[in-house]
């Protein structure tokens, strides 16, 4: 018997901000999923599962959260679940969510994920000081930084790029009312002369600390057939992980990345990602992650994606948007972050973009990643379903 | 085999929260000595509130005040009072429906000993002296055979409304880095870097952890790495971390050391900070009655070239 084709027919996000005081954890999850609930023109009882993600629990110090969000989220004798895959956590989510829908277990589903980085400290949850080890380093960035250099010695990128990555990004932000930061006075060198934190990272090419959720609600055919706007259709969808540290790792270029992207790209019938998909929202949480992970995910040769960024390919009106959203370099709260890749990738397919729509967009990728860059999550959806 | 090493390893860290408009007039109200509850649609009374119906998934908003004083629904006896609980003292842990509430509340009770304890006893609110809108202003609950109290009648509206919370959370765990990193650790003690080879891909693992994580089987041949080695990457830190003693900037690099199958992570010293490259060939700097390296130091040999170490980045 072959999948229920999944469709995407409600998204609802809160607006990204450094601190949400005003509402609790369930206030900002309510508010995402109201939303979605909103664009699918479906109340809670139209729901017949909950799929939750988030980060890490010590970036709230609420062990469990789902436990606690399942009266906001209308989960109360439905079955509800949390998927955990670090940062790409809300990519994940929304996968296993769409399990649920192709495997026709559930018809209707809402996926949510979250994450309120003001309540806590990211680079201390990351950063625990465990006994016999030598303390030499606090948060991502620094682990990020060192695979960037490796990155720009075998790519042989000019340094420019990774400012290029971040002033494009910035300015996507810009035409997306949900984005975090909205820098209207943005310049190239701006970017360029904000200072080094993790040479070669510089603070403009880092993405901020954000609270924020997102929700989508994906249905089976019938519902989509409901739906007052059009859906998204999910093509592929895949997950992928590797040990953080190993023999042989590519830092660069996981072998998990590539063995994911192969796999959505096998569901969905792509052999040219390049010409056959018309823009992607990629996890870049350090400007430099757009060109790797072009090459990663097969839109560019190895040692070639820095080439797409500096000819502008990835702008907003470029050949591949890139981001088109803003981005993890405008948004980030960490859980969401993924499925706000997923989510904006839907929107472009439903034409419903808004200011940052890429006219004509008929198949957008959505991706995350995690941890170490060891746990990858992407789907690529469509305007149309999957076989038509 | 030597004894694994253990040591504690306490998680401590001030979360914030904020309590959103029903857990603020909650909070708020506990400072004033009014205990609110929050009314459902099918007028149901929720002690304590929430702000979204339990069985329908409504927004609730509708506060209303209950009694001081209730009834014991379920407890029990927690003789070995731990840290941060209610009482320093043996007592009993309660469900209590406050009277006007359908709900319970769970809180301590403060009794000689479990006998003095039953289900459907009469309890009443014990107040902390100093309260700042937290549920640690009911300092507890005692045993009161009066009347039932009346509410006072308030509207939850109040001057200066608690809207956050510091809410410390401590764990404690008892670490061990496990017998092939106690192996590990012990070698550093004399200087020696000790990996481990994997008898199946044959890459050497510094630091070890017992097992190789692309074959998934068991190491155990000790093997002595460096103590020179090759900087594979780097990246210069300009931030101090708080609770780091190094001064900024310095480098944080990648080095694999001679025979091991990845790099590790250092620190590189006695070169300024902007001449660091990868390829670099570096020895370690040890101090008196440290455990790891202080940092690397450049040996002075010519650098390694790029094919030699693109592998272990």
Request: charged letters at 20%; aromatic letters at 8%; one cysteine or more.
């Amino acid at each position: 018997m072959s999948k229920e084709p999944v469709a995407v027919v409600g998204i609802g996000q809160s607006r990204h901000v450094a601190a949400r005081r005003d509402v609790s954890l369930a206030g900002l999850v309510r508010e995402a999923a109201l939303r979605a609930l909103q664009d699918a023109e479906l109340t809670w009882a139209d729901i017949d599962a909950v799929v939750i993600g988030k980060a890490p629990d010590f970036f709230e110090g609420v062990m469990m959260p789902e436990l606690y969000l399942a009266d906001a989220l209308g989960a109360v004798g439905k079955p509800m679940l949390r998927v955990h895959t670090a940062g790409s956590v809300g990519g994940s989510t929304a996968l296993v969510a769409a399990n649920l829908v192709a495997a026709r277990v559930h018809g209707t589903v809402l996926t949510l994920a979250f994450e309120k980085q003001s309540e806590s400290n990211a680079m201390w949850g990351l950063s625990l000081p465990i006994p016999f080890q030598q303390p030499l380093l606090a948060g991502a960035g620094g682990f990020f930084a060192p695979h960037i250099r490796a990155y720009m010695r075998r790519s042989g990128a000019p340094e420019t790029i990774g400012a290029l990555v971040a002033y494009k990004d910035r300015r996507n932000a810009l035409k997306n009312p949900y984005a975090h930061l909205h820098e209207h006075d943005i310049t190239l060198d701006k970017v360029m002369a904000s200072p080094m934190l993790w040479d070669p990272v510089r603070y403009s090419e880092t993405c901020p600390s954000s609270d924020g959720a997102c929700a989508m609600i994906l249905t089976d055919r019938a519902g989509a057939a409901r739906a007052p706007r059009p859906p998204a259709w999910m093509l592929g969808g895949a997950m992928r992980s590797e040990p953080t540290l190993f023999a042989g790792k590519d830092f660069v270029s996981p072998q998990a990345g590539q063995d994911c992207a192969a796999d959505v790209y096998r569901q969905a019938g792509i052999t040219d990602p390049r010409r056959e998909i018309d823009g992607a929202e990629i996890y870049v949480p350090f400007s430099w992650y757009e060109p790797m992970w072009l090459e990663n995910l097969g839109f560019a040769g190895e040692g070639e994606g820095w080439k797409l960024t500096e000819a502008g390919v990835t702008e907003l009106d470029g050949d591949l948007p890139v981001n088109m959203s803003g981005g993890v370099l405008s948004t980030n709260p960490i859980g969401a972050s993924g499925m706000i890749r997923f989510a904006e990738a839907a929107l472009q397919v439903r034409g419903q973009a808004g200011e940052h729509q890429v006219d004509g967009a008929r198949r957008v990728l959505g991706h995350a990643y995690g941890g170490g860059s060891q746990f990858f999550s992407m789907w690529l959806v469509g305007d149309r379903p999957p076989d038509s | 085999m030597s004894v694994v090493l253990k040591a504690p390893l306490v998680v401590e860290f001030p979360f914030t929260r904020s309590l959103g408009p029903v857990q603020s007039a909650f909070l708020t109200g506990l400072r004033e000595r009014v205990i609110l509850g929050v009314r459902t649609r099918d007028g149901r009374v929720l002690v304590p509130p929430v702000e979204y119906d339990p069985v329908t998934a409504e927004e609730l908003g509708d506060l209303v005040e209950v009694a001081p004083t209730g009834t014991v629904t379920t407890w029990a006896w927690n003789p070995a009072p731990r840290r941060g609980q209610p009482l320093t003292t043996p007592f009993a842990w309660v469900l209590v429906r406050l009277d006007g509430a359908d709900t319970a509340l769970l809180h301590a009770l403060d009794a000689p000993g479990p006998a003095a304890v039953h289900t459907g006893m009469r309890v009443r609110i014990r107040w902390a002296g100093e309260r700042t809108g937290a549920i640690t202003d009911i300092a507890c609950f005692e045993p009161y055979d009066g009347h039932r109290a009346e509410p006072t009648g308030h509207t939850g509206e109040f001057e200066d409304p608690v809207t956050g919370i510091v809410a410390a959370a401590r764990l404690d765990y008892t670490y061990s880095p496990g017998r092939a990193q106690t192996a590990y650790i012990n070698a550093l003690s004399g200087r020696r870097t000790m990996g481990e080879r994997c008898p199946s891909c044959r890459k050497v693992y510094v630091p070890p952890r017992g097992a190789c994580p692309t074959c998934g089987v068991a190491t155990s041949e000790q093997v002595e790495v460096g103590p020179r080695g090759t900087v594979t990457t780097f990246c210069i830190v300009n931030i101090k971390a708080k609770n780091l003693d190094i001064e900024v900037p310095y480098v944080y690099a990648h080095i694999a050391l001679d025979g091991a199958g990845l790099a590790l992570h250092g620190r590189i010293g006695g070169i300024p900070y902007d001449e660091v490259r990868m390829g670099l060939r570096v020895e370690p700097v040890w101090t008196e009655d440290a455990r790891y390296p202080d940092h690397y130091r450049p040996t002075g040999e010519p650098d390694a070239d790029y094919d030699t170490y693109k592998e272990l980045l």
